[in-house]
């Protein structure tokens, strides 16, 4: 049975678009004929739902899935307060284990051909006393993927958060950049200065979208992925 390939969602910040480059992305390899599901594995700012506290994006990346996946699974930990997970985690008394995490992953990844993981924040957020997102994303041994907001401070934090990628012992495959609202002066100019600085390709430039994106079509964000 062949590897299960897969990718890690990473971003420069909070609220720069991972959720919307995850959908795109498994609509993406599902227009390529691929059987795709998702994780979010740790999620806070939840409310209250059928399966307890859930996660919009998380719902989100569990209905455009090929395969039914139960909710716990999708996002194993779920916490209300909007507040840094270790954080949240401790509030609630809990503590995130990354086996937890990657059991939930190995079941997923058993039905599908590729699996896509949507981090929380950016890619040094701490989960528990000793443990980061990119401990995570090493130890699922996964690809990365970085979304990074074009927006005022945007080079700085990309660059940054590139060298932290190689430095964690992970490959970054690529990056997306996702034009935020209100669309920054320059957003061309300062594109192009990070395809000069990052040694990965850019594999998607997305649109400025305004307002809620439900309504776009998932399948022709511009992303484009190769395999090696």
């Not at 998702?38 to 939840?46: E, H, I, L, N, R």
């Not at 401070?153 to 209100?182: K, Y």
Request: charged fraction near 15%; glycine fraction near 8%; proline fraction near 6%.
């Amino acid at each position: 049975m062949n590897r299960t390939r897969g990718y890690f969602i990473t971003g420069t910040d909070t609220g720069v678009g991972k959720t919307t480059v995850a959908l795109g992305l498994m609509a993406h390899l599902q227009g390529q004929g691929k059987t795709v599901a998702a994780m979010k594995p740790v999620a806070s700012g939840c409310t209250h739902g059928d399966a307890g506290l859930e996660n919009a994006d998380a719902r989100d990346l569990q209905y455009q899935s090929s395969v039914a996946m139960p909710y716990e699974t999708v996002n194993p930990y779920a916490f209300e307060p909007p507040i840094a997970p270790h954080i949240a985690a401790a509030q609630a008394g809990v503590t995130i284990e990354l086996d937890r995490i990657r059991l939930a992953f190995t079941e997923i990844a058993h039905r599908v051909d590729y699996v896509v993981v949507e981090g929380a924040g950016g890619w040094l957020v701490p989960l528990n006393e000793t443990e980061t997102l990119a401990d995570l994303a090493r130890i699922l041994d996964l690809k990365v993927i970085l979304v990074v907001g074009i927006r005022l401070g945007c080079l700085n934090h990309a660059l940054l958060t590139s060298a932290a990628i190689n430095a964690s012992g992970c490959t970054l495959s690529g990056w997306v950049a996702n034009r935020l609202p209100p669309l920054a002066e320059c957003a061309d100019e300062n594109i192009s200065a990070l395809k000069s600085r990052l040694t990965v390709p850019l594999l998607g430039d997305i649109p400025l979208l305004e307002g809620a994106c439900a309504n776009f079509p998932l399948h022709s964000l511009p992303l484009v992925i190769i395999d090696s």
